[in-house]
């Protein structure tokens, strides 16, 4: 029996996802909670279960597709339920279809709906489907499992009868004139890159994501060189296709000139990647800040020599309990401390209700750079833990982000970020606010700087802050202050101790 599954809620308040890719094909058998795709939102990337034990009878979306929270995401077989009676079902189904679909024939009805027969192999929704886009299943070569006809091969079907309008008038054109029909033809073979066979394949087996692909690079499916033949038909994949449009095609249905180069480059040209999921969220979300809260940044440097040796003396010991020791931890438990001194900077302004918050928690976000772009975990309650727990927090919540697989819990519910632009070689730099958070701290490369002390100029290591604030809600006396109460337990670790 078969059974509808639908896109679930892979986060809180998430109406849609991205289908990165498939795990599973059709036909495939598959045991409840086993992975069957990834799907990223505006906050992560995540694994969607399989709900039951079974097998995969169609994957309703392509690879690249947003795919709305509760449409159809994939149908199951389910294992010991028998199939047969699904079937059944669906020819019932086709057959109610198939006199609907005879009726409006007689009254007018378009020719695919009066041809339709309930022989092809193909559920429901894919025969509703073929009856709003008025394609002839009958006509339609399945790609699914025991050649089953899929949503993606009618889709297909329409766009090839869509892109040949003038097939049938050419038939009766030929019929009542006596003049060659060759020239066009050859025409149509010219356009084929590198010589390639002819375009205009009736029918072309290819998989869901490759015809997916081919509409993202505008390319007819049916144009592609095939890779074998399976069936009796033409088989491509999506190497063919990225080949084929990589390749270009004779400008304008003209012979490529002899001796001349396959490619023709031209100035200009651009690349787009979409602009969805984290990335848009990230976007939003800094256009808010800098659009809401007026910035101002405070630069000052940290002279850290005894924190390098500090830092050096417990790296090793660190070590043998499996943790990797950073400055960071340090730089957290100092703004910590800071924090505790100077309230108004772990705040928050309420406009709404005429209010400032002053938070009591003590919850610190890291940015860390991700491939997918930057995304900030929040270690909680800084001030309870100990350097070494907040060196373990940071670098597991740090490889979560990275391989995306952090859960949106662990990036709520900061109170102050941290950024470390420095990782790259900064040194100072301007940092967008966390909104609604009042302020961040960004730290620059550590290295060895001149410090003129006592009369004397002398090579220290020292590390540049900056620190970006809400001007509505903190003074810029506020913000050096605080710097200067970070910058002093940075300046000599041992204070440290008393926090």
């Known amino acids: 029996m078969a059974r509808e599954f639908k896109l679930p809620d892979v986060g809180e308040g998430v109406a849609e996802g991205e289908l990165v890719r498939w795990l599973v094909d059709e036909g495939d058998a598959v045991s409840e909670d086993q992975p069957v795709a990834e799907v990223e939102t505006d906050k992560a990337q995540v694994e969607v279960p399989a709900p039951v034990d079974g097998t995969v009878r169609t994957l309703h979306w392509d690879e690249g597709d947003v795919v709305p929270v509760g ?3 994939v149908t199951f077989d389910v294992e010991g339920e028998p199939v047969e009676e699904e079937t059944a079902a669906e020819t019932e ?23 339709e027969s309930t022989r ?22 399945g790609t699914g499992p025991s050649g089953r006809v899929t949503e993606g091969d009618v889709r297909a079907a329409a766009e090839s009868e869509a892109g040949e309008p003038a097939a049938e008038p050419a038939a009766a054109t030929a019929e009542t004139t006596t003049e060659p029909a060759a020239e ?3 025409e149509s073979a010219a356009v084929q890159p590198g010589g390639q066979e002819p375009a205009g394949r009736d029918q072309t087996l290819a998989a869901p994501a490759t015809r997916g692909l081919a509409r993202e690079l505008g390319v007819d499916i049916d144009d592609v060189p095939a890779v074998e033949e399976r069936e009796g038909e033409a088989f491509v994949t999506a190497e063919a296709v990225q080949e084929y449009a990589e390749g270009g095609v004779a400008a304008q249905g003209e012979a490529p000139t002899a001796g001349a180069p396959e490619r023709e480059f031209v100035e200009g040209g651009e ?71 100077y309230p108004i900077v ?3 302004l309420r406009e709404a209700d005429d209010e400032i918050a002053l938070k009591q928690d003590y ?34 919540l740090a490889a979560k982000a990275r391989d995306r697989s952090i859960s949106r819990e ?42 003129a002390e006592d009369g004397e100029v002398r090579a220290a290591k020292t590390l540049p802050l900056s620190l970006s604030i809400d001007h509505r809600v903190i003074d810029g006396a506020e913000a050096a202050e605080f710097t200067n109460y970070v910058m002093e337990r940075l300046t000599d670790p041992e204070l440290l101790l008393l926090e």
């Open 71 to 73: 449409d159809v995401f």
């Open 93 to 115: 189904a086709a057959a109610e279809a198939e006199t609907a679909s005879d009726a409006e024939a007689a009254a007018g009805g378009g020719a695919a709906a009066e041809t």
């Open 120 to 141: 092809t192999f193909a559920p429901p929704s894919v025969r509703r489907l073929a009856r709003e886009l008025d394609v002839n299943l009958d006509a339609v070569e």
């Open 184 to 186: 066009p033809a050859a």
């Open 271 to 341: 690349t787009t990647e979409p602009y969805r999921g984290i990335r848009r969220t990230i976007g939003e979300q800094m256009a808010e800040s800098k659009y809401t809260a007026p910035h101002v940044t405070h630069h000052d440097t940290a002279v850290i020599d005894d924190l390098v040796a500090t830092r050096e003396k417990l790296k090793e010991r660190a070590a043998e309990q499996d943790v990797k020791l950073t400055y960071l931890p340090f730089v957290m438990k100092a703004a910590v401390a800071g924090l505790k001194e």
């Open 346 to 348: 772990n705040s928050e």
């Open 363 to 396: 919850n610190v976000g890291v940015a860390v750079a991700t491939d997918h772009g930057l995304m900030v975990p929040v270690v909680k309650h800084v001030d309870q833990k100990s350097i070494l727990q907040v060196a373990r927090d940071v670098n597991e």
């Open 410 to 451: 662990e990036m709520q519910g900061g109170t102050f970020t941290i950024t470390n632009f420095g990782a790259v070689g900064g040194e100072y730099a301007t940092p967008v606010i966390n909104y609604p958070e009042t302020a961040i701290l960004g730290l620059g490369a550590i290295d060895e700087r001149p410090v």
